[in-house]
């Protein structure tokens, strides 16, 4: 950790990833989502693992859900972006895919939010347009943010790029982050290599670290 004008500046992943530092996002994990992979359970399991290590080691989880507004209110993004996505080209042909309470916009069974943790509904790509991440990261004093979920192509790729640009150090578990594409998947990891602003880890990695946290939690915080 090198110190200099007053600021702590992370240089390795076992700096950022401390309960104090850092949040795990679990971006999109929806049952219609899941159900486009060809093998699911490839990206479930590592997810799962992440998920529990980060709940062993105390750190703050925010779930993402991407929802589709009834085309009566949608723009013209998001009808332009459902013609895309459904192959069709005209609108009266789209229909929304992910509407608020359908059986394909929840999340897996297996992630079974806590009480304590949080899910965030948005019709962007970023997890940080249209949603109270940012405000809620920074009103904790966090400065990064792993994360895992699908897809990596789609979603993962311009959260990261928005987090970085916010001033946040975002950790990429890659074996964590799915996808359809696996051509497009590895060109996003392959731009988060080149451009160096976001740390890329490996689920084992960073469950090793996760885990961790709970104790140094409680050994850094102030004896009462």
Do not use: N
Not at 43 to 53: C, F, N, Q, S
Not at 67 to 84: D, K, N
Not at 133 to 151: E, K, P, S, T
């Amino acid at each position: 950790m090198q110190r200099v004008y007053g600021l702590e500046i992370p240089e390795t992943l076992e700096e950022v990833c401390h309960p104090a530092h850092m949040a795990l996002v679990v971006y999109d994990m929806q049952v219609g989502i899941l159900s486009q992979l060809p093998a699911p359970e490839r990206i479930t399991r590592p997810v799962v693992e992440v998920l529990r290590a980060a709940r062993s080691g105390g750190f703050r989880i925010f779930f993402t859900r991407h929802m589709s507004l009834p085309i009566e209110a949608a723009g013209v993004f998001q009808l332009r972006t459902a013609m895309a996505w459904q192959r069709v080209r005209r609108v009266e042909k789209v229909h929304p895919a992910f509407p608020r309470d359908s059986p394909q916009f929840q999340l897996i069974p297996e992630l079974a939010p806590h009480s304590t943790e949080v899910i965030l509904d948005k019709i962007s790509m970023s997890c940080f347009v249209g949603t109270p991440l940012d405000m809620a990261l920074r009103d904790c004093g966090l400065i990064a943010f792993a994360i895992v979920g699908v897809a990596l192509e789609v979603g993962i790729e311009p959260s990261v790029r928005h987090g970085a640009d916010l001033g946040y150090i975002p950790v990429v578990v890659d074996d964590a982050c799915g996808g359809r594409d696996e051509a497009a998947r590895q060109r996003a990891l392959a731009g988060f290599r080149f451009a160096g602003d976001a740390m890329l880890t490996a689920s084992e990695t960073i469950c090793r670290l996760l885990q961790r946290g709970s104790a140094q939690w409680h050994r850094d915080r102030p004896v009462r």
